[in-house]
T-cell receptor, first 110, second 114 residues
């Protein structure tokens, strides 16, 4: 079974802090994705990566950056957290069409 | 043109009833239409998916109906059970591999009452 793990289930940070969300997959998938999930808005793509050190902006990249130094690991970085970044963050990986999701990190920015 | 519109936002169905969730898309280049199921505290998981060369796909109690000319697809859950209570997302994508980006609908919260 594909396993996608995220470093934290719950995270509380203060405005202005730099925040790192880590995601690791164990199936040698080429593609990895970061989404945020908000009620009534569904899942919105922040960034994705289709290879090590390769990244592309999704639909809402403002205020975020990513890093993929190894194939299995994809990190989401909030350079200076703001209250409007309070959300559920989901990581996913895929080989072709099906995306496999992690359990999510619920981030609260105070 | 990249949107996927999903309705209803929430749905209450009695046990044994049929749950129907609808989605509409605009981009005719989409060639893969999955439905994801998400339970509280979990990430979404693929439930069933269809390609535009067929009009219907059935897996157990779950069926996708696809209408290419209307650019609509729907999920039918037959004999709905309380264990089906979850949030359901439709999605669409164009191509695989490096271009495998999914465009998700806004989600439907399904509650199946015993």
């Amino acid at each position: 079974d594909v396993k996608v793990t995220q470093s934290s289930r719950y995270l509380v940070k203060r405005t202005g802090e730099k925040v790192f969300l880590e995601c690791v997959q164990d199936m040698d998938h080429e593609n990895m994705f970061w989404y945020r999930q908000d009620p009534g808005l569904g899942l919105r793509l922040i960034y994705f990566s289709y290879d090590v050190k390769m990244k592309e902006k999704g639909d809402i990249p403002e205020g975020y950056s990513v890093s993929r130094e190894k194939k299995e690991r994809f990190s989401l970085i909030l350079e200076s957290a703001s209250t409007n970044q309070t959300s559920m963050y989901l990581c996913a990986s895929s080989l072709r069409y099906e995306q496999f999701f992690g359990p999510g990190t619920r981030l609260t920015v105070l | 043109q990249q949107q996927v519109k999903q309705s209803p936002q929430s749905l209450i169905v009695q046990k044994g009833g049929i749950s129907i969730i609808n989605c509409a898309y605009e981009n005719t280049a989409f060639d893969y239409f999955p439905w994801y199921q998400q339970f509280p505290g979990k990430g979404p998981a693929l439930l069933i998916a269809i390609r535009p060369d067929v009009s219907e796909k059935k897996e157990g109690r779950f069926t996708i109906s696809f209408n290419k000319s209307a650019k609509q697809f729907s999920l039918h859950i037959m004999d709905s059970q309380p264990g089906d209570s979850a949030t359901y997302f439709c999605a669409a994508s164009k191509g695989g591999g490096a271009t495998n980006k999914l465009i998700f609908g806004t989600g439907t919260l399904l509650a199946v009452q015993p």
